[in-house]
């Protein structure tokens, strides 16, 4: 079959009768164009106020958008819910060859509501969507495995996508991700543990569609020039290269790596753990989201000796970037390369997001050195930093929780240190465990501020690097970000990986619309990126997420940054300016 | 006489821009007609397995067993799809020794390559390459 150039299809699936059907939404593709701004149109009619993020109400909405199977890194699914983190919007993005699938099937969204009494998985090929029986699959604790079954088990080679929970979903942890294909996750907010309560083990997506657009010649000439720009110029090199672990030593040199939860900006053993060093002795295969060019996943080969027989070895691949680096290495305080590659498999074998996992170990370690917790609650563990055979043991028992310490440890370091004390230095913005740049304030007004919480929102960090000693005024930090991330929903709707960000500037994206027959002006189109931020915050809002009561851990203000110590209130009077500005735009969305 | 050589498959990050690339010579998207594939050893982590049309010598496996002959010899190596005579039977997708015949779907007839290197121009890796045979 071939679909037209905006997708309209929208596949519903109901886990608690076990049906699905599929509608005609094109009024809100041609309106929202997809991914996210589709997104919160779904979640808003589907998630009604106060749902139980774990409960059976709270949907599942997998979005893609116009470009995706038709341009070069258009190369991301959006996920929308109910964050069972931080109890309001949940938004993660992942590639691999999930937005692939999910347009070659046919589909524009996915939306997955209910929940199983059993367990289960389900693949859609095509047309066709399948319940199966993951009664063999449930408590299979590597993500790896999972997908090693039913890899063996589904068709579609080469044109599927294999989203599974590990452990961590199952057991609900809170930060529990969403794995596809091995390496690429839906990470933050917990959408694994969101699969895990309505027992879905897995989602698996083929197709074989094709893509008619209606100005073939447009089409190849804007192709063309996306292309030659993605790999002739130098805007996508270094994520090839060493790839986002450039960024170790750089923000090293900064004094903006946190290190040892953040009691240090910078770490005495970030060589060990840098991309150059990952690069020259571990790198040993590159891998790319489908239709990208760049290639960023980088894979170490770890080789280690089976201890009960000589010269048997068996090779590890391990995916490493920055936010592990900084989240499961100098975070913790680690310095041992393969010790830091070992931590990280664990971490991605039981499908746990890296940055809240590293976070909560940090505050965990902190927190038994103040004496907050005993040898005891830490189930006979004595965490020291550095000590990553101390760590991988806490994430299996983050995953087990087997006593009371380890279940507060799984709801999240707001939810832990809530209860054991030491939320000065407890790293959760909004609830969520903080991302690895100590740059400045803007890094911070971005994390409390962000529609999906995470550092790709607004991109505070770079606004601080590029101000370092002139620090802008709240008030400038506040317009900055904003005017960042109401771009950023518009690429997040087509959906393009941020890494394009250059590539498909504004410009270069109403050209690309224009050739599947979207016309929108440059004006347009950052209008309804307004507008669809502001519908987001009329969800956070909504949700309870409340500017004014927002926490900022006293830890951030105690560390220098490269702009120095920054103060709480500069951060909170940022953050009311940036809520104000969305709350304007709301009234006014076209008043740019 | 050219065809499609997998120079070097360890290299392969498994963009698939060579696949996009193949549908795309119909100015569509997706890769429903693409007579490339790209698909892993079992896991992204054992690397990637590049499936295209070596161009046999004649007669080719899939011509053998065509029962309308619309697989017709290209000179000597490789063959060309008479698209009027073929009836869609698939006969020559099982017999294809290496799997690169593959299926068009919304045409319901085989998708075979014409040996043009479209593919390897989006091919960053040095992965594929149109050598002469
Ligand atoms: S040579 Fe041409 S027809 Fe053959 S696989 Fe490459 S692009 Fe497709
Ligand atoms: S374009 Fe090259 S690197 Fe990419 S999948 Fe094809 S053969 Fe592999």
Redesign the interface.
Known sequence: ??SS?LPSRVLYIDLTKKRFWIEDRKELFEEYIGGSGVAIQLLKEECSKGTDPLGPDNPIIFTVGPLT??F?MASKTVAMFKSPLTGELGESHAGG?SA?AI??AGYGAIVIKGASDMPLYIAVHGNRVYFKDAAAYWGMEST?TV??VI?ENEPG???RSIMRIGGAGERLVRYAMVTT???RHFGRLGLGAVFGSKKLKALVVSG??????PN?KL??DV?EEL?KLM?ESDLLKKYHEIGTPINVLTLNALKGLPTRNLKSGEFEGAEAISGERLAKNFLG?????????V?C?H?AALREPYEDEPYFYKTT?ISYDYELTYALGSMLGISDTVGFLKLVDSIEKYGLDAMSAGVCLAWATEAYEKGLVSKEELAGVEPKWGDYEAYIKMARMIVAQPNEFYKHLAMGVEAAATKYGGLEFALAFGGNEMPGYHTGPAAYVGYLTGARHSHLDSAGYSLDEKTIGATPSPEKIAEELFKEEVWRQVLSSLVVCFFARRVYSPEKTAKALSAVGVERSEKELASLGEKILAEKYDFKLREGFNPENLRVPRRITETPTPHGKISEETIKRAVSFYVEKVKSAKKQPLNL | MKRISVVDPERCVGCQMCMFACTRRFSLGGFGRSTIHVKSVGGIERGFVVVVCRACDKPAPCARVCPTGALASRDGKGVKLIRDKCIGCGKCVEACPIGAVFWDEEAGKPAICVYCGYCADYCEYGVIKLEEV
Not at chain 1, 208 to 213: A, C, F, L
Not at chain 1, 285 to 293: D, F, K, Q, T, V
């Open positions: 079959m071939s150039a199977c038709l070069p060859r692939v347009r070659s790896l997908g090693r890899r080679s080469g044109v294909e091995t390496f074989k569609n094709t893509i008619e657009v073939k089409y190849r192709y292309f790999v295969r590159r891998a790319a989201c489908s239709h990208c060019p290639a996943i894979l691949w």
